[in-house]
């Protein structure tokens, strides 16, 4: 079945910075829009980062000018990088593929950015 695997979460201090990445697989990967989205405890599961089939990006407000993110379509893989990163940060990370109305989540990888 289809799979979004997360990796590169961790404990980082404020200010430091992290590298996530999804690799998918069984989906043909080009055609999807990627995403990164992110939940807080007791918090709803808010969108981070887009990057479009083409390459175009979108960010939320909140990370503007701090993360990054980008696909390699040889690898199947969507990345997102975090800088300058902020103790309000902190949160599970999940990976999005999105394709018309066919949708792909990944389990999610922790951030957590304490001192």
């Known amino acids: 079945q289809v799979q979004l695997v997360e990796s590169g979460g961790g404990l980082v201090q404020p200010g430091g910075s992290l590298r996530l990445s999804c690799a998918a697989s069984?989906?043909?990967?080009?055609?999807?829009?990627m995403a990164w989205y992110r939940q807080a405890p007791g918090k709803q599961r808010e969108l981070v980062a887009t990057?479009?089939?083409?390459?175009?990006?979108n960010y939320a407000d909140s990370v503007k000018g701090r993360f990054t993110i980008s696909r390699d379509n040889s690898k199947n893989t969507v990345y997102l990088q975090l800088n300058s990163l902020k103790s309000e940060d902190t949160s599970v990370y999940y990976c999005?593929?999105?394709?018309?109305?066919?949708?792909?989540w990944g389990q999610g990888t922790q951030v957590t950015v304490s001192s």
């Open positions: 999005n593929a999105k394709w018309g109305p066919t949708s792909y």
């Open positions: 990057i479009s089939s083409s390459g175009n990006t």
């Open positions: 069984r989906i043909t990967f080009g055609n999807y829009v």
